[in-house]
């Protein structure tokens, strides 16, 4: 199955394809990936209808696109989060960054992976590394000296359900070529790639 999956920066792909892979399960469909982009207050304040609209805004007008899906076949698969780590202020707001990265909060060329979403019906089949991978490519293509992951260790959180895996897991980052460079909190690992 992952041979035939293409993954598309977001801009591409279409909004169709952003609500159809953020819409398969998990909580896509009520964050719409706006939950690291607003500040507590104004995500909260904001109706599910208003976030989406947001999204659909931020895609039309921000280069590079700041999300890639993977398209299998003639529908979206999943979607992932990837940019400039500035760009997404609630990711610097955040304990696991605050206390476990060592770049520089105002450093540009650091990129954050931080939002991943697979349809319940493509899930096992690749998708998220696929995206991973799409996404270290798109933050180089980007000028990105380091990519950055937050992702949940699985073997601390046993029973975390897909929807408290947005982060993505230790495994996944690690068979991308991330290494582990710090454990700010039991379950959550700050996962670093230099591409310089």
Do not use: N
Not at 27 to 36: E, H, I, K, V
Not at 37 to 55: G, M, N, P, Q
Not at 100 to 123: I, M
Request: glycine share 12%.
């Amino acid at each position: 199955m992952s041979d035939a999956l293409r993954v598309l920066p977001a801009d591409r792909a279409g909004f169709a394809a952003v609500e159809h892979a953020l819409t398969g399960g998990g909580d896509g469909a009520s964050c719409w990936c706006r939950w690291l982009l607003d500040t507590r207050k104004a995500f909260d304040a904001a109706s599910r209808d208003e976030r989406r609209s947001a999204l659909a805004a931020e895609l039309a007008s921000t280069e590079p696109s700041p999300g890639l899906v993977a398209i299998a076949g003639d529908a979206a698969a999943g979607w992932v989060r990837v940019g400039p780590r500035t760009a997404q202020p609630g990711v610097l707001r955040t304990q696991v960054v605050r206390r476990g990265s060592a770049e520089p909060p105002d450093e540009g060329g650091v990129w954050a992976v931080t939002c991943f979403v697979v349809r319940r019906e493509h899930r096992g089949d690749g998708v998220a590394g696929r995206l991973l991978g799409a996404a270290v490519e798109h933050a180089r293509a980007g000028g990105a000296r380091v990519v950055e992951g937050y992702p949940v260790d699985r073997a601390v959180r046993t029973t975390a359900t897909s929807s408290e895996l947005w982060h993505g897991t230790i495994g996944l980052f690690a068979r991308a070529g991330f290494a582990e460079t710090a454990r700010p909190t039991p379950a959550r690992a700050v996962m670093t790639l230099r591409l310089d």
